[in-house]
């Protein structure tokens, strides 16, 4: 696994689970996905030459008439980022070392049979996956008919195009492994923030704060060394990686503290519980722009300058600058000019 994402990532079991989940149906309706087991990656062969399968996972199999009980899958995942021609004969060398580690290891199945294998290629390069799915393929047929006692080996691959990254359906609505691949696969600077939104969305929960945490890192430096640093959309996507749910609750923070002093002020000169609440609305929806716009540290200075603003074409003014402005610094000396002219 040469890509830092993957195995930030995928040493997760949840991501692993959600990435089962967007293959075919009928491959995977029988596993019990709470019984993944991660298999060592490590596997040496012969003449001691050290062979790395990316992540060999096995699943039980749910009870059912004529399977064996404690029957297991193991499964294969490679992740790749450009297409090797010859994976077919990778995969076949990593399953075998995988079934001869289990058979060294005493963790065969029912009567000892061997595992079933599934070799599956996830994907994230932007052309199409073009290699031979299988060893046939790439297995010259001198012979043809007359030696059939050939290996054959085929393997499944999520590329970014079947996967449907815009698709809503089983598996796919709400799936951290779909979408961190559409984030991986994404080609454009412009479509960076919505995409890294749409993976962070999806790692709020106090579950994901560990996967959120070594994600995070390491997807800043992938979007900094494929996008460079100073495009407008690169810096809010880096910023839409910063804790999530962090900035979200300083928002509703901020916002209490403009409830709280706007009641105070209102009782004191006689406003309106309901107008307060009012400029508080409109003061929590500029920063919540600002933060998006450039980072969480020009909406915390913007907080300052705007507790005391109850007027609604001041607040109009500094939506228009938050549009119009290119660094966060450049917003913040505007609305500075801006608010001395309004006293």
């Known amino acids: 696994m040469d890509d830092p994402i993957d195995s930030a990532a995928f040493a997760h079991p949840g991501m692993v689970r959600d990435l089962i989940r967007l293959l075919p149906r009928g491959l995977t309706k029988d596993l019990d996905l709470r019984t993944l087991c991660r298999l060592p990656s490590a596997n040496v062969g012969k003449g001691a030459k050290r062979r790395l399968a990316d992540m060999p996972v096995s699943f039980g199999l749910r009870p059912s008439a004529g399977r064996p009980r404690q029957a297991r899958l193991l499964l294969m995942l490679e992740f790749q980022s450009t297409v090797e021609r010859h994976m077919a004969l990778r995969l076949d060398a990593y399953a075998a070392l995988?079934?001869?580690?289990?058979?060294?290891?005493?963790?065969?199945?029912?009567?000892?049979?061997l595992p079933e294998v599934l070799c599956v290629v996830v994907y994230t390069g932007r052309s199409r996956w073009t290699a031979p799915l299988g060893l046939g393929e790439l297995t010259a047929r001198g012979l043809g008919a007359r030696l059939p006692w050939q290996p054959e080996l085929r393997y499944l691959v999520l590329d970014g195009e079947p996967l449907g990254e815009q698709d809503s359906g089983r598996g796919r609505r709400g799936n951290r492994a779909l979408a961190l691949i559409a984030l991986q696969r994404c080609a454009k600077a412009v479509d960076l923030p919505g995409r890294v939104k749409a993976l962070f969305d999806l790692l709020r929960g106090p579950a994901d704060a560990a996967l959120r945490r070594d994600l995070k890192d390491v997807l800043g430096g992938m979007?900094?060394?494929?996008?460079?640093?100073?495009?407008?959309?690169?810096?809010?996507?880096?910023?839409?990686?910063?804790?999530?749910?962090?900035?979200?609750?300083?928002?509703?923070?901020?916002?209490?503290?403009?409830?709280?002093?706007?009641?105070?002020?209102?009782?004191?000169?006689?406003?309106?519980?309901?107008?307060?609440e009012g400029w508080a609305a409109e003061r929590s929806l500029l920063l919540r722009q600002a933060a998006r716009r450039f980072d969480a540290a020009?909406?915390?200075?913007?907080?300052?300058?705007?507790?005391?603003?109850?007027?609604?074409?001041?607040?109009?003014?500094?939506?228009?600058?938050?549009?119009?402005?290119?660094?966060?610094?450049e917003l913040l000396d505007r609305v500075r000019r801006t608010n001395g002219e309004f006293e």
């Open 98 to 113: 995988a079934r001869q580690d289990l058979l060294r290891r005493g963790l065969l199945g029912p009567g000892g049979m």
């Open 223 to 276: 979007i900094a060394t494929r996008f460079g640093g100073a495009d407008a959309d690169v810096r809010l996507a880096l910023d839409l990686m910063e804790e999530p749910m962090g900035l979200a609750m300083r928002f509703d923070e901020w916002e209490a503290e403009f409830l709280q002093e706007g009641r105070e002020q209102g009782r004191k000169e006689g406003r309106s519980a309901g107008l307060e």
């Open 298 to 329: 020009t909406a915390e200075a913007l907080f300052g300058m705007l507790a005391e603003v109850r007027d609604a074409e001041r607040f109009a003014v500094v939506g228009e600058l938050i549009v119009d402005c290119v660094t966060g610094r």
